[in-house]
């Protein structure tokens, strides 16, 4: 696993790129803070998913939170295993516990998210 091919949202997520399919997960750092994770709503195959907006929620016995989207385009795969199983991607949250895979929109990078260093400074700076 190349951790430099993975890029991150400010909220956690994160995204690695293969053409111009793009795969879309939250880190692992996020997933250590989460508790007995209940349900996860995921988009529909098909359904569109703009950039720093919600594509979805993770439930926990505590909390209902938004995940955001890295990048724009249109829903290609939806993992079926997470969702039927979410604490499952805590055991492998930059692998097989990814949660969509997008067809990036035309013109479409990772360029605007951080490095796997500036995210590291993130999180080293935000209270635990």
Partial sequence: M???AYRYTKTHEWATLSGNS???GISKFAAEQLQDITYLKLPAVGAKVTAD???G???T???VNDLYSPVSG?????NS????????LKANPLGTGWLI????????????????AQYEQQIASEPH
């Fill in 74 to 78: 249109d829903v290609t795969e939806v």
């Fill in 101 to 116: 895979k997008v067809r990036l929109a035309p013109g479409g990078d990772l360029k605007h998210l951080l490095t796997s």
């Fill in 53 to 55: 907006a919600a594509f």
């Fill in 81 to 88: 295993a997470v969702e039927k199983d979410p604490e499952s």
């Fill in 61 to 63: 016995v505590k909390a």
């Fill in 22 to 24: 793009c795969t879309v």
């Fill in 57 to 59: 929620e993770i439930e």
């Fill in 2 to 4: 190349d951790l430099g």
